[in-house]
DNA sequence: ATTGGGACCTGCTCGC
DNA sequence: TGCGAGCAGGTCCCAA
């Protein structure tokens, strides 16, 4: 679900509600399955101990993670997953399905973690060696950044001959990009999703890299998309609108906006791709 | 080392 | 109405 406009979103609506707050402690929903949110910390108890007492001192986001920033130099680390939702509710607001966990905050309010296909998970990273602080999941440069310049992305795109598709898909190469905006941003460059990625000419780079940001940045300005099948919502429980606007994804068979053909679909690194056979190359 | 495929989960829609 | 198949915004792990 969550893509780098949506996780910009969410991250927006959450700052001025977290920022300077001192968190109380987590509260996890029973799993049968064990715990899926913790799959790489050991205890639940420990977690939320490690976090109770520490204020958030600011809320960032790298690709598609959120980073509260805590006041004894740790990061709380959300990855949303496919279907995670990071809600702050108003008061009454019911409790969501798929409720995961709350983060209780000192003083009243607390946050929801709602996710139905548990594929979200939360980090706690202490800092110890300097470079896993700065980017512990080993990303590749954030596409809305001024360095993100045509140099960084045709050496990231030189470097493999899988198809374009998959390498921009790949966090390491680009931070941010899922399945939506990959294709988005594919069209705006008129380039074919399964062309090699080492094929791509300087110039055709340039029009990429200009794609990826004018996308990314629409989609920002649009508070993202909640797809047809609903789905995505903002911190307090809105649609985005970035689907009235998209070009290709979900709309196989009709027709291209630039040359009428029918867009197409194939199933490119795993993924649905949806393109135009005749004006993409 | 790179690449493609399956696994991880649940819910929803579609066709029979 | 009921049921299985297929699909979904992401990432990790494993053989070739």
Redesign the pocket.
Known sequence: ???LP?VETIRRDLLRRVRGRTIAGVDFSPDP?GC?LLRRYPSRASFSRRLSGRKILDLRRR??YLLFVLDSGEFLII?L???GRLLAPAAGDPAP??LRAVLRLRGGGFLRYAD????GEFYLFSPRRKETAVNP?RLGPEPLDKDFDAGRLGSALA?????LK??L?D?KAVAGL???YTDEALFRARLHPRRP?DRVKAAEVRDLRRAIRSVLREAVRAR????E????QDAVGRN?SF?FRLRVYQRKGEPCPRCRTPIATARI????SHFCPRCQT
Do not use: C, W
Request: aromatic share 6%.
């Open positions: 679900m969550p893509e949506e399955r899926r690709g598609k990855h997953g496919m279907s399905s798929h139905p296909r548990k594929f999941f470097r493999r001959r899988a198809p998959a390498v898909l966090q899922g399945n939506i990625s993202g998309t909640t797809a099948d609903g789905g995505y985005g689907q690194a795993g993924r649905t």
